[in-house]
């Protein structure tokens, strides 16, 4: 068998993603972790997250509304709650996809806020300036955008915000920098992506939203774009990246470069005192 590149056994163990896992154990692994969070941090009743119709959220949601449930009944405390928040961009075109995924999750209470006024603006006021905000750099302000109005929402119910970032995104730093990627917990964080796409079919969620194509759909002009297409690497050769397989060299370069260049995403920011 061909060794492991030096790189791939490194990003291995600092994701700690495993090469197969018991769907079960990990779900349990995530709820429990939720729960565990919530009943240690006095004064914590919420957990809020933006559910887009995609992968990620539909699984992170389920297992958040599993988390706060068991703790209703464990404690008896009535009070916490998962709120799960609808963060179109004006017409969002698969929106039933998102509503199905709420209904499977069965959220306790669900915000919408569309968050078009407010990334419209933020663009205008840039560019009354004389700054040119290009489509991709857009997108990034609508992630920001989100990130704000689940802030405002946890701010509001006692509540932490969940992210969605797992191992396959976090290798690539597919994420906007303090948009998706600020969160104050991860339950996904280790796992890749045909490794959620297991705990959803444990979950026996609506296939269509595990086998749907992967879209951060954040730019206008290119709506829905597939991840694969914007990264040039698909999750499948990603996720067997992840796992320890052997992927082609030219494959895994692509992989080490977006690792390389997004380093600055999993740290916190810089100081004098780091390298
Ligand atoms: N497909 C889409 O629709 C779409 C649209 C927009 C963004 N995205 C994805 O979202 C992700 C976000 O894009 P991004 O990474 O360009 O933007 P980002 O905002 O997440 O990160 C870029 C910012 O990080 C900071 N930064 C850059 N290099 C740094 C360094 N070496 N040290 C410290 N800080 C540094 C700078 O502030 C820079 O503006 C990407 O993976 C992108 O492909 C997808
Ligand atoms: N349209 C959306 N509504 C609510 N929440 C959203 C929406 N788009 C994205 N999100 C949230 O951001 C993460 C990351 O999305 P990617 O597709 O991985 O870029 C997603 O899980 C939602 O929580
Ligand atoms: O984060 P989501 O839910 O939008 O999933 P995906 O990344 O598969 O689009
Ligand atoms: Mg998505």
């Not at 017409?91 to 996809?97: A, L, R």
């Not at 489509?135 to 109005?149: E, L, P, T, V």
């Not at 954040?218 to 397989?245: F, K, Q, S």
Request: proline share 4%; net charge negative; no cysteine.
């Amino acid at each position: 068998m061909k060794k492991l590149r030096k790189l791939q056994q490194e990003i291995i163990d600092t994701l700690r993603v495993q090469p197969t896992i018991d769907p079960e154990q990990e779900i349990r692994r995530s709820v429990d972790f939720m729960k565990n969070y919530l009943k240690r941090i006095p004064g914590l009743r919420s957990l809020v997250l933006g559910i887009s119709g995609g992968q990620d959220s539909t699984l992170a949601g389920a297992l958040a509304e599993m988390a706060v449930r068991e703790l209703r009944e464990e404690t008896g405390d009535h009070t916490y709650k998962f709120i799960a928040v609808r963060l179109p961009y004006g017409i969002q075109v698969d929106e039933s996809d998102a509503m199905r995924a709420i209904e499977f999750m069965q959220a306790d209470e669900v915000v919408r806020v569309d968050i078009k006024p407010a990334a419209d603006a933020m663009v205008d006021a840039l560019e009354a300036n004389g700054i040119k905000i290009s489509d991709f750099n857009k997108g990034n302000i609508k992630a920001r955008q989100r990130m704000i109005a689940q802030y405002g929402i946890a701010g509001n119910n006692a509540g932490i915000v969940i992210g969605t970032d797992h191992a396959a995104e976090s290798v690539t730093g597919f994420y906007t920098k303090f948009g998706d990627g600020g969160a104050d917990i991860v339950p996904l964080w280790r796992l890749d992506k045909r490794q959620g796409k297991a705990m959803l079919r444990y979950l026996n969620a609506p296939v269509e939203l595990y086998e749907k194509i992967p879209t951060a759909d954040l730019e206008d002009n290119r709506p829905a774009l597939p991840d694969e297409v914007a990264l040039g690497v698909t999750y499948d050769d990603i996720d067997d990246y992840l796992e320890g397989r052997s992927v082609d060299d030219d494959v895994a370069e692509k992989i080490e470069g977006w690792y390389k260049r997004t380093a600055h995403k999993r740290a916190l920011p810089y100081t004098v005192f780091d390298n």
